[in-house]
């Protein structure tokens, strides 16, 4: 353990081979850093963080060195207020300054900026520099952000991460000398599905938030609250800020086994929904001539218990409604009755995932543990279009083998630049099996195209080719097979690799071959770990509370078992066939839906209850390893807006099923969770419970220094209102309540004296880049039995084979456009690609058909018209529907479809 001295002050490090910056910020001191990232390490650019060190004790003169760029070794002796030191901060701080704008007070970054807080920190306090600024032309970067160069102090954390971090290549930096322009070689949206990250990397205001410049709030007047994303199935933890009753930005919230520093820019950008015109804000019911009419809560709830009391109920829950609002409903209408809402083959997948999780040896892989694997193999997800942030973990993954190689230089781990330099364009294995091709083919040379069937028999041939005990595949092309052998041979070497699947190809046998890989890995003696992708947010949780089929639903209605449908935050018609849903829909009686936005469902309804969403509401939410997170609402909604959990508490204490202590608090409604389904006992430790308090104060939402809490409501009074009471969380709707850290699962913003950036992260953390303090990153409820025995799965499909008659249909999911809610921002509209269908070359040219010629598509039951889009690596018999755009759901697919050319050709 390293003993090291700053300011005549002694510490034991407990952690080896970190630089001095890290050492200092992780004991508490105050040293000044623009280059520097926790994600990104040291490049030694900026040189502000500049410290005197001596050679010992008697060392007087010392000599100045950059704390990122030195390690904290054993007998280390450092000053950081030195005289030298200090003045050599400062006047690094002034040079950086030179031609940076005096434009704080107009600047969207001002009060959360990180170059104010270093400036302020390194002493600069007057500008002497009286000459012409260097000026640049802005550019255009698209509906995400705001681009002002002039703000740019040249630290190159932009290009780092863009490019470094997040394999980025349309933004770069050009020019020369001190004439450093950080952009785009043409004005356009950047391509990286995490560009939105670098207005938290930027230290300055060069890039902002486009969409909340449209509403554009200081920091320090935003009423935030801890949250999850509901865009996918990861469970990224964001923090989401609201003025006015307006959901305003997401920022990223730090978790240090999930999203880590990052978000994808679907979550950060895809809020818009929350603030959508259409909002349900009042509850409706359906009059005599047929129309929905806004009517009381009082009502609504009179009117939707009378039905149930006198009616054969059944609900229809959702894999986006929390687990709190799926069991209420399955206690409502009761276990036999609750249907999970999932699509078949959608719920049949996540089930099958679930089953290996459970009973299998190879655990559940966090984000964490996939970007600290050094090996990958990919079978038939596109992650960057499905799971973006699992993306962003595999480029770290392949970077791991290439850096330990770098590392037997006399190169620390945290020299970045050096370490970049020394691997070049070095990678880890990456094999990714795929039916069209993936953002992520661009790291590796190993990939394979194929129907879901060949990506299955590839999968199986790897786990034979690792165990001779896994089932062999017969009658595998050479080539296949070649590569097989290889990539088993290139996860067996490794040392920690990660086998990652998911739903997109529709097929359990995929899922099985991957199981079998990890297996068989974990056989040999690899530590391997399985990480798959879920189709929604609580897709896993909703799997976990179990329910009957969507099909079971229609049939109970025909049978006249039931007349009545409950269905929650879900429009089934995405979810079943739609002349099924229709059905469904038409024979049920009693439609009585609970949703946030109208939806093709809510127009059958004969009762529509409005729903809180998730920043408007509390709840928990189960990922894609199994990780329960609860998320706290942020504001208190609009009109007659009520957690779906609380409508339907009220139904049955209406209906005297169990009284208020139950269902009045979520502390109640999870208890009773807890205990009538014991996979989920875990998620009352989740958070503090509501009575919770440090010091006798409730956490405060809002800043210490939120402004205009009289001007919000001049309209109205000029008197201050009481603030909203909060009876579910430790949290308060005001800025009165402990100003110290809270507990990390209530930790609402990232704040400390002399930090206003996000990067205070760094006075929360147990250490630089570990969990936060008092960890409560959720609670992992499914992990592998002690001594799981394997059984490998032994069904082996035939390999795939092309008909002349149709293609094979598969979906093709994109970031931007198939995730419903997150389509709905108009900042991710303005990146949703128009219709179309991908065909292969050779199957465009058996066709007759010609790149943006229309044709009709025949597939599931309905016939679509789109234009053609070529796609070169597809193999032939296959084509790609895009998931979500307009009404094209992935309902069905991969199915058979059938092709007819039309003369008309779109632009």
Known sequence: MPRITINNQVHDIPWEGRNLLEVCLDLGYDVPYFCWHPAMHSVGA???????????????????????????????????????AVAFRRSVAEWLMVNHPHDCPVCDEGGECHLQDMTVMAGHNYRRYRFTKRTFRNQDLGPFLNHEMNRCIQCYRCTRFYRGYAGGRDFEVLGWHDHVYFGRAADGPLESEFS????????????????????????????????????????????????????????????DQVNGYFLCDRGRFGYGFVNDEE????????????????CTIEEALWKTSSILRHGRAIGIGSPRASLEANFSLRYLVGEENFHHGMSGRSYQLVREMLAILQQGPAPAASMSAVAQGDAALLLGEDVTNVAPMLGLALRQNILRQPTREALRLPIHE????????????????????????????????????????????????????????????????????????????????????????????????????????????RRRGKPADLCFTVPECNSLGVALLGGESLNAALQAVRDGTADTVVILENDIIRQMDVDLAEELLERAQHVIVLDHLPSPTTDYADIVLPAATFAESQGTLVNNEGRAQRFLPVFVPQGDVRDSWRWLGDIMVMNGQRGCETWCHLTGVMRLMAETVPALTGVTEITPPPDFRLVGQKIPRQPHRYSGRTAIHADRTVHEPRPPEEVDAPLAYSMEGYPGQPPASLIPRFWAPGWNSGQAVNRYQSHIGGPLKGDSGGVRLIEPPPEAAITYFDHIPDAFVPREDALLVMPDYLIF????????????????????????????????????????LLVTGTCYHLPVVARPALPRGVAMLPAGLGNMVALGLPQWGHIEVKREVWD
């Open 414 to 521: 945290y020299e970045d630049s050096a370490i970049h330099e020394a691997i070049q364009v070095g990678r880890g294995p990456l094999y990714i099996a795929t039916p069209d091709v993936t953002r992520l083919d661009e790291e590796t040379p190993n990939t394979y195209r194929a129907a879901p069937q060949d990506i299955a028999r590839f999968g199986f041939a790897v786990a034979h080719a690792i165990d001779p005990a896994a089932p062999e595949v017969t009658a595998l092309p050479a080539a296949v097979q070649e590569t097989a052998a290889r990539c088993a041979q290139d996860l067996l070497t490794s040392l920690h690799p990660v086998i990652v699947s998911g739903f997109t190809c529709g097929h359990p046998d995929v899922i099985h071959a991957a199981a079998n890989v990890a297996w068989a890995l």
């Open 46 to 84: 900026c040189r502000q963080c500049a410290v005197k060190q001596f050679r010992d004790e008697h060392d007087t003169q010392g000599r100045i060195v950059m704390a990122c760029m030195t390690p904290a070794t054993d007998g280390t002796i450092i000053s950081t207020d030195d005289p030298e």
């Open 279 to 294: 909002r349900i804000r009042q509850p409706l019911i359906r009059n005599e001539r047929g129309e929905l009419e806004p």
């Open 817 to 856: 456009g198939s995730e419903p809610l997150s389509a709905r921002s108009p900042a991710i509209a303005a990146r949703t690609p128009r219709p179309y269908l991908g065909l292969a070359p050779k199957d465009m040219e058996r066709l007759g058909a010609e790149e943006g010629q229309v044709v009709a």
């Open 196 to 255: 939105g990250n670098l207005v938290e990397v930027c230290p300055t205001g060069v890039f902002t938030d486009k969409t909340l410049k449209e509403h554009y709030t200081r920091k320090w007047d935003l009423q935030t609250a801890p949250s999850i994303c509901v865009h996918c199935g990861l469970g990224c933890n964001i923090i989401a800020g609201e003025r006015y009753g307006v959901l305003r930005c997401i920022r990223s919230r730090y978790n």
